[in-house]
């Protein structure tokens, strides 16, 4: 009955997260938080009322213990802050006792940013032009171009585009607009005027899969491995070092960190109120001047 009494309040929390979090989110959660009432249950404790800093270093400690890395522990105390935020709300805890406990320090792991010229020649690399091919182009090339998230860009509907910049949906269902550099435009432009040979008829997706429906994380994942192969690339790629290269050679030719983790979309909120400041003119003129692939050049006619 223990783990009935925990297990529902828990159901609670998780179907209110689930409103505005990923499905990847509710699911981690989920079992940072089955650890936690597994926990209690040992213990013979079946009130949420009793969580306590003291408590929640016990779990913590055993945790850790068991093998779990730095990492993970953070992710646990992570669900675990949001869990108390929900039971404090309830009326079913007195105060959020989190922000007491600490969790060993986690190695920071960024992937190494490719090569300018190495990924110029990648994206630079003739394809068969077929709609499958112009669609990957502009995939890799949005990835780059805008330093998009994978779900972000899995997201894309139609409606998203505009002239010269995206909308996109971050973390925690925060927008933001970031600029689309030239090389981008074009590889969308030639994957829009194909794109309907696939589309189911009523799928808004930007990026759709052969059988007309959006294309999924790992359906995106596996084209830009098979892509590096296809093409040469002697290291892997994935996503995520795309999106990392996009930031490293933003900053490393602007110098203009908070342009870049705006761009970014970071999900701090402390980076996040330094960076609302930034307007959206600042932004897009560092990154004109800055992108390798979205500089002006002399027959663009003004356009970056």
């Given at each position: 009955m223990t783990g009935y009494a925990l297990g529902c309040e828990v159901e609670a929390f998780l179907a209110g997260l689930a409103r505005t979090a990923s499905p990847a989110t509710v699911s981690a959660y989920r079992r940072d938080l089955a650890a936690l009432v597994g926990f209690l249950e040992a213990e013979d404790i079946d009130d949420w009322s009793?969580?306590?800093?003291?408590?929640?270093?016990?779990?913590?400690?055993?945790?850790?213990?068991?093998?779990?890395?730095?990492?993970?522990?953070?992710r646990r105390r992570a669900a675990i802050s949001g869990f108390a935020r929900h039971l404090v709300e309830a009326g079913r805890l007195r105060h959020?006792?989190?922000?007491?406990?600490?969790?060993?320090?986690?190695?920071?792991?960024?992937?190494?940013?490719?090569?300018?010229?190495?990924?110029?020649?990648?994206?630079?690399?003739?394809?068969?032009?077929?709609?499958?091919?112009?669609?990957?182009?502009?995939?890799?090339?949005?990835?780059?171009?805008?330093?998009?998230?994978?779900?972000?860009?899995?997201?894309?509907?139609?409606?998203?585009?505009?002239?010269?910049?995206?909308r996109v949906l971050g973390k925690g269902g925060k927008p933001r607009q970031v600029p689309v550099g030239r090389r981008a435009r074009q590889a969308l432009d030639a994957w829009r005027t194909v794109r309907g040979q696939l589309a189911d008829r009523d799928t808004s997706a930007l990026f759709i899969g052969i059988r007309g429906a959006r294309l999924g994380h790992r359906a995106i994942q596996k084209r830009l491995a098979e892509l590096a192969k296809a093409r040469g690339l002697a290291e892997h790629l994935h996503p995520h070092r795309l999106r990392h290269s996009f930031a490293s050679h933003l900053l490393e030719s602007s110098q203009d960190l908070r342009a870049v983790q705006e761009l970014l979309g970071h999900a701090d909120l402390a980076t996040t109120q330094v960076y609302t400041r930034l307007d959206w003119q600042h932004l897009a003129t560092s990154y004109d001047a800055a992108h390798p692939r979205a500089r002006r050049r002399s027959d663009d006619l003004g356009e970056p």
């Open positions: 009793v969580l306590d800093a003291a408590l929640l270093r016990r779990f913590l400690g055993s945790e850790r213990m068991r093998g779990q890395a730095p990492r993970s522990l953070a959020n006792p989190v922000p007491l406990v600490r969790t060993p320090r986690q190695p920071r792991h960024l992937p190494r940013p490719l090569d300018v010229d190495q990924l110029a020649r990648f994206l630079d690399t003739p394809h068969d032009d077929s709609p499958l091919a112009r669609r990957d182009q502009a995939m890799l090339e949005l990835f780059y171009s805008s330093g998009l998230r994978l779900a972000e860009l899995a997201a894309l509907d139609l409606g998203d585009l505009q002239p010269q910049r995206v």
